[in-house]
């Protein structure tokens, strides 16, 4: 789910100089049940972002209040198990600080998801371990039990922002997208698709953009009418992504 922000940030990186990226993903709809579970077995986890190429834990209750593209009120962000991004940029040359927060639209589920996080800090964790992961799958079942309905692409949208700098530049991406799981499914095709065909870009414990290219996987979310053109601005002007 990630991997939309991952191409923005990719995008960012094409002007040379930037070192820093603060991304941040929102999105509409109701989690499966598979995708709860999995949201409440990282809360034992410890999260981390990058700076200055070493990874730095965030505190368990971290929070920030974000602007997001497309709307005036604010929103509530969380590092949302520290991501995926700080790992795939760790080594590359371009990237030295790396921050990523994410969350739903909706504020309830977020504050929800704050005061499951206390609970987890309070109790769950002075639990053994076969404890805690009873303990959180039976929090996360009691949330979602069952299927959620269709995605509907008037309900179901995305938000990917990142934001990149350098000493002397700035970049901004921004890509609206539609049907969260539709995305995921449509990336693993073309991933299974392309496999068939070429050996990846990047073998080994890679991530979507750096074994397949952001370029092409954004052209194939796009192709199937699932994310918009991005918005780019380089040090303050509207560019052509």
């Known amino acids: 789910m990630y991997t939309t922000g991952e191409i923005a940030a990719n995008i960012c990186l094409e002007q040379p100089g930037l070192d820093t990226l603060d991304i941040l993903v929102r999105w509409k709809g109701f989690p499966t049940y598979a995708s709860t579970q999995i949201i409440f077995s990282i809360l034992t986890a410890n999260f981390y972002y990058l700076e200055q190429n070493k990874y730095v834990q965030w505190s368990p209750t971290a929070k920030s209040e974000v602007m997001v593209p497309g709307q005036h009120e604010t929103a509530m962000a969380l590092p949302w198990g520290g991501t995926a991004h700080p790992v795939w940029f760790k080594n590359d ?62 309900e179901n949208t995305s938000v990917d922002s990142v934001h990149a700098s350098g000493p002397l530049g700035r970049a901004h991406c921004v890509i609206h997208g539609i049907c969260n799981y539709k995305q995921t499914g449509l990336l693993q095709a073309y991933l299974a698709y392309y496999l068939l065909q070429a050996p990846p870009k990047r073998v080994g414990f890679a991530s979507g953009c750096q074994a397949f290219g952001h370029r092409e996987l954004l052209g194939q979310l796009q192709a199937f009418g699932l994310v918009s053109a991005p918005q780019l601005t380089r040090n303050g002007l509207t560019v052509a992504a």
Do not use: H, W, Y
Request: glycine share 6%; proline share 10%.
């Open 93 to 154: 040359p371009r990237v030295a600080n790396c921050k990523a927060q994410g969350g739903m639209f909706a504020r309830p589920v977020m504050e929800g998801v704050v005061q499951i996080t206390a609970v987890v800090e309070d109790q769950i964790k002075k639990l053994p371990k076969a404890e805690q992961e009873k303990a959180l799958s039976d929090m996360a079942a009691s949330l979602q039990a069952g299927m959620p309905p269709r995605e509907n692409p008037r």
